[in-house]
């Protein structure tokens, strides 16, 4: 009744459906991620606490989109699972750690007082940084490719950390505080805001310094890459990617200085977020485990495939216009006020 598999190309789909969670995960935790990242740093606790406030009302649904791209990968392509997950075992444990702690810091800060507010300060910031940093380094090892022996990884337990994912993790922690600084300059105002353009600022260098040395790499990691990058005419239609980029740099360092304009320096964060990840599913494009296995060759059975279809098509859509309405509801700038 379900087997849609000889009509549509399923496995593509349900590798668009992770990749959109994927990324939608990345966007909008990236940010309350960011900001704890930042949150020690802040001028003064009135400061820290809008920057609570400013992701209290989203913090916890945005992780919403993680379980669906994990549990999507899990029923949708088993074999990648199976054989990645072991792979990433040990920074899978330390992020997942870190966004329990975060949590806890959430809660417990909103009830604290006098020193005990800043012992859970600390905690949130080393549960985000933690979170933000071992994403990084699973990006990097997933990019990188991990060992497989058939159907099994054969790796070791430490085979994660390499160089180039220590690289991608400390450049996903950069990212993510540039989100978060430019989402603080959009929902604060006066001496929080003058701040977090600063910061944006500081940042926005280090997140283009760290793209260009991660995009100079990648094409010496496989000659696949390379050759589809750089092999005429494809130079010409990718082209625009790195263009498009550098431009919403430029154009975001003149909003927090120049213009001093208060939304688009996030949307332009979001802008940059989007083109690295459009880039970076390009180079990768067929494999689902680089480079072993592509998304059809690592795909579940085409009926459960068509059956999980069924459930997610309606529920998607609910679930972004649930998310769509709590942001607008919860529009316009934080203040100090406890308000959770």
């Not at 994912?165 to 959009?186: D, N, P, Q």
């Not at 701040?195 to 944006?200: E, G, L, N």
């Not at 494999?287 to 309606?314: D, K, R």
Request: proline fraction near 5%; glycine fraction near 10%; hydrophobic fraction near 55%.
């Amino acid at each position: 009744m379900f087997d849609f598999s000889n009509s549509i190309d399923l496995p593509l789909i349900w590798a668009g459906i992770i990749a959109t969670a994927i990324f939608l995960y990345v966007l909008l935790d990236g940010f309350d991620l960011g900001i704890g990242i930042l949150f020690p740093f802040a001028p003064s606790d009135k400061c820290r606490n809008r920057m609570m406030n400013s992701i209290a009302p989203f913090w916890d649904g945005n992780e919403t989109w993680l379980v669906l791209g994990g549990g999507g990968m899990f029923a949708a392509f088993p074999l990648a699972y199976a054989i990645l997950m072991p792979a990433f075992y040990m920074p899978l444990i330390i992020m997942l750690l870190g966004l329990i702690l975060r949590g806890v810091a959430f809660e417990f800060r909103f009830k604290a007082s006098g020193s005990a507010i800043r012992l859970w300060d600390y905690v949130f910031h080393v549960g985000s940084l933690s979170a933000a940093f071992c994403q990084g380094v699973i990006l990097g090892t997933f990019v990188q490719g991990v060992k497989v022996d058939g159907r099994h990884f054969s790796g070791g337990a430490f085979d994660w950390a390499t160089g180039f994912s220590m690289l991608t993790g400390i450049a996903l922690v950069f990212g993510y505080a540039l989100l978060g600084s430019t989402w603080l300059v959009m929902k604060t105002d006066n001496h929080t805001q003058a701040w977090a353009r600063k910061v944006a600022s500081y940042v926005l260098a280090f997140v283009g310094l760290f793209m260009a040395i991660v995009s100079i790499c990648m094409p010496f990691m496989n000659k696949n890459i390379q050759v589809f990058w750089f092999s005429m005419p494809n130079i010409f239609w990718l082209l625009p990617i790195p263009l498009l980029t550098l431009g919403l740099f430029i154009l975001i360092w003149k909003d927090l200085h120049l213009k001093k304009a208060e939304y688009r320096p996030f949307l332009g964060s979001i802008g940059i977020f989007l083109l690295g990840y459009i880039g970076l599913s390009l180079s990768l494009f067929p494999w689902m485990i680089p480079f072993n296995y592509t998304l059809w060759e690592a795909a579940a059975a085409g009926p459960g495939l068509s059956l999980m279809l069924v459930g997610v098509v309606p529920l998607l859509p609910i679930i972004l216009c649930y998310t769509a309405y709590s942001y607008y509801i919860f529009r316009g700038k934080s203040s100090h006020e406890h308000m959770y």
